[in-house]
């Protein structure tokens, strides 16, 4: 059993949904090294990195996969938006299925389909944050209207712009998935005159917890209500290279600049010069990254260990249980499984065991003993 204690510095998870116009765009622009996956193509007034010509759901989950096999890409990775993503995905469920809508399904079942999908999505979003990249997920907000049967009364809620069903799932999903979830909106400012009261203009705030007309949330122990700037929430936010990426082949140039600056002086001993410098960076790049890589193994064992105790009692392979992730579409078949988030290790792998298993057993060869 490995125990940590303390705070773990690692990338963030951020929802933001507001009204339009209040500057969710901007807002999300001032994160560190920002790619915007621009969907709503709201970025052309922001001078920002950004991949317009994402047109379906197939492409969004590609250029995805893209920044987590190269992190060093952006720090942070832009949905904009998340409304537009669902719809993306709504367009690729009823294509594969041949349907002309979500609701043609029946039963809810085209939302069951759209939910799982989602998820998906939400998954390689963690495998990004296992890379060491910021991921922020932008989203518009609608208001309804909900009704309290005990009390007879309605009231207006503020809600994430997705599809309003009952059994749509993905809504909630999104709100679990996040660290950060914000509200923004404007806050108007109410002058007395005489016996009445009126409007004098508003500000622009964001609410970082539940409230009766909207839902937020934070893991930071931020107040309230803040500014909507950038600036409140800039301390929580990593801005570093994706670890074991940049900085390790950074330190293999810089062994090879010093090999070959030893080897200029000591060309006059053939014998002894290639063992020196070849010996001493091959030192130095353990040095750094075994600490590393024993942090990352402290952090994740606790629950791999789980999921290897499962497959040794089925004599289950990781081969097969990547190759079973793979033909799932989660992630791809040549990745570690010590890479995998540990909200997929927690919710699939061990979660749903049983349907692993019997998927393996039923789809993939199982070794003899």
């Not at 992190?71 to 832009?78: A, E, G, H, S, Y």
């Not at 679990?176 to 109410?190: S, V």
């Not at 249980?321 to 040549?334: C, L, S, T, W």
Request: net charge neutral; charged share 25%; aromatic share 8%.
């Amino acid at each position: 059993m490995n125990i940590t204690k303390g705070i773990i510095s690692k990338p963030v998870k951020v929802c933001v949904y507001g009204v339009e116009g209040i500057g969710k765009t901007t807002f999300a622009s001032q994160f560190p090294e920002p790619l915007f996956f621009d969907l709503d193509k709201g970025s052309a007034q922001l001078d920002v990195s950004r991949v317009t010509d994402i047109t379906s759901w197939p492409l969004l989950l590609s250029g995805i996969k893209e920044i987590y096999d190269n992190p060093t890409i952006c720090k942070t990775l832009v949905i904009d938006t998340a409304d537009a993503a669902e719809r993306m995905c709504i367009d690729y469920i009823c294509g594969k299925f041949n349907k002309k809508g979500i609701e043609d399904f029946g039963y809810g079942a085209g939302y069951t389909y759209l939910t799982e999908e989602f998820a998906r999505f939400l998954v390689q979003l963690d495998a990004c944050i296992g890379q060491g990249v910021n991921v922020v997920v932008l989203a518009h907000a609608v208001l309804k209207t909900v009704t309290l049967p005990e009390e007879m009364g309605t009231y207006d809620h503020w809600e994430l712009k997705l599809s309003s069903k009952t059994t749509n799932k993905v809504a909630p999903l999104v709100k679990e998935w996040a660290d950060l979830l914000l509200f923004a909106n404007y806050k108007t400012i109410l002058i007395e005159d005489g016996t009445r009261k009126k409007a004098a203009g508003g500000k622009r705030i964001m609410y970082t917890t539940h409230t009766t007309f909207a839902d937020a949330k934070n893991r930071f122990s931020l107040a309230e209500e803040l500014p909507f700037d950038y600036n409140e929430i800039t301390r929580l936010i990593p801005n570093r290279a994706a670890p074991g990426v940049k900085p390790m082949q950074e330190k293999k140039q810089e062994a090879k600049q010093k090999t070959v600056k030893k080897s200029e002086p000591e060309s006059t001993v053939p014998i002894k010069k290639p063992t020196v410098p070849i010996k001493k960076p091959t030192v130095q790049i353990q040095d750094t990254a075994v600490p590393v890589v024993t942090t990352v193994k402290k952090i994740e064992n606790t629950t791999l260990q789980k999921v290897y105790d499962l497959m040794k009692q089925e004599n289950i392979t990781e081969e097969q249980i990547r190759k079973a992730v793979a033909m799932k579409g989660y992630f791809p078949e040549d990745m570690p499984m010590k890479d995998y988030p540990s909200d997929f290790i927690d919710g699939v792998l061990i979660g749903a065991w049983e349907q692993i298993k019997t998927f393996i057993l039923n789809n993939i060869s199982v070794p003899f003993n």
